[in-house]
């Protein structure tokens, strides 16, 4: 496994990591802005009027969406981890310096 190997599923990791993290996100700043209009417009400057909808709806929207979340996560280990430990286990990828693990061919 080289440094090109870990690098493109750290990569990878980030980008579902923003896939998944990503309707939870956009409904928060869609639901922060009309709360922010709503207390400029009313002259309302309470705390929670802005913090508790938003609590709501990432509790909510994560249960709503738990399924796809826990798919994509799913679907992101077996195909991008899962899959390089078992070349790795099998010998299909050389690990460099293997001889310095313990166990390792030394």
């Given at each position: 496994m080289s440094e090109t190997d870990v690098i493109e599923i750290c990569r990878?990791?980030?980008v579902t990591l923003v896939?998944?993290?990503a309707p939870v996100l956009v409904?928060?700043?869609?639901?922060?802005t009309v709360i922010s209009v709503f207390q400029a417009v009313t002259q309302i400057s309470e705390q929670t009027l802005a913090m508790v909808p938003k609590v709501l709806l990432v509790f909510g929207?994560?249960?709503l969406l738990m399924p796809f979340m826990l798919g994509e996560l799913r679907s992101f280990f077996e195909?991008?981890?899962a899959d390089r430990i078992v070349a790795i286990g099998t010998g299909a990828v050389s690990v460099p310096n293997a001889g310095n693990?313990?166990?390792g061919g030394g």
């Open positions: 990878t990791s980030i896939f998944v993290m409904a928060m700043m869609v639901l922060g929207l994560s249960i195909h991008e981890v693990l313990p166990g």
